[in-house]
Nanobody, 122 residues
Framework: QVQVTEFGGGLVQAGGSLRLSCEVS????????MDWYRQAPGKSRELVAS???????NYSDSVKGRFTISKDNAKNTAYLQMNSLKPEDTAVYYC????????????????WGQGTHVTVSS
């Protein structure tokens, strides 16, 4: 079974930095894209950043200029470098992967991690 696991959450002071990691494990053919979402208490889940297999990236306006998404294809791992953190960044951060399981079926399948908590104190 394909599994997505996030690491790196924690408590940080406003203005500080954290780096989250997302590892995709299990048998798969390729990963089309990886994304970071977050869900603050009482709010809906929102897309924070995404990266495709060709390296193209997108960011939400709220994090652009502060967060950077990257990936290591050899490790099936994506990262989210979060700088200049604000209290409003406090949320559970989830990694999502669009995974092609076998070569003959190009359409990907969605996999989600369990989330990692990020708390930014003021």
């Amino acid at each position: 079974q394909v599994q997505v696991t996030e690491f790196g959450g924690g408590l940080v002071q406003a203005g500080g930095s954290l780096r989250l990691s997302c590892e995709v494990s299990g048998r798969l053919f390729s990963i089309h894209a990886m994304d970071w979402y977050r869900q603050a208490p009482g709010k809906s889940r929102e897309l924070v950043a995404s990266i495709t297999n060709d390296g193209s990236t997108n960011y939400s306006d709220s994090v652009k200029g502060r967060f950077t998404i990257s990936k290591d294809n050899a490790k099936n791992t994506a990262y989210l470098q979060m700088n200049s953190l604000k209290p409003e960044d406090t949320a559970v951060y989830y990694c999502h992967a669009d995974v092609q399981l076998i070569r003959s079926v190009v359409r990907g399948t969605d996999y989600w991690g369990q989330g990692t908590h990020v708390t930014v104190s003021s």
